[in-house]
């Protein structure tokens, strides 16, 4: 008697679990299966968007209270390093002020996934980029808000 295709599905659902934690690691499996920060934000405070030189496109929303962002999200119709990346770039902002997200870095994404293979390396670039762009945003409302001195 033959499997099942449910049971051929599982399996090749297993295999293909085991296949990116064997190429990308533990961290970056979880992420892909469990992801945050994922969609639009309604009336973020920052916005930025930016198309990577492989074609992704990724937008990353920050909202303000005060001066510590208290909500980050992102969208990209890029691969799957690139929703992860841009997860950890969102990860990375939120409970921060502006001069320490203006410190987040392509580096700093990849030490939080343990690295990624060569191929993928450039989706965090593109997210730390993205969220760079959002940041500068937040800060052109900021200032175009502030009473100007005479």
Not at 2 to 9: N, T
Not at 80 to 86: D, L, P, Q, R
Not at 96 to 115: N, R, W
Not at 120 to 127: E, N, P, S, V
Request: charged share 25%; with cysteine.
């Amino acid at each position: 008697m033959s499997p099942s295709f449910d049971e051929f599905a599982e399996h090749l659902q297993e295999e293909i679990d085991q296949d990116v934690i064997r190429i990308y690691g533990e961290k970056v499996y979880e992420r892909w299966r469990n992801p945050k920060f994922a969609g639009r934000m309604e009336s973020p405070t920052g916005y930025g968007r930016v198309t990577g030189n492989c074609g992704d496109t990724m937008e990353v929303f920050l909202y303000l209270e005060g001066k510590t962002v208290s909500d980050a999200s992102f969208t990209t119709d890029g691969c799957g390093g690139s929703a992860i990346c841009a997860s950890v770039a969102c990860e990375l902002s939120i409970g921060k002020e502006p001069e320490q997200v203006a410190d987040v870095t392509g580096e700093m994404i990849l030490q939080v996934l343990g690295g990624l293979p060569e191929d993928d390396q450039h989706c965090a670039f593109l997210a730390a980029e993205t969220l760079q762009a959002a940041l500068g945003d937040c800060m052109c409302r900021y200032t175009d808000t502030q009473p100007q001195k005479s």
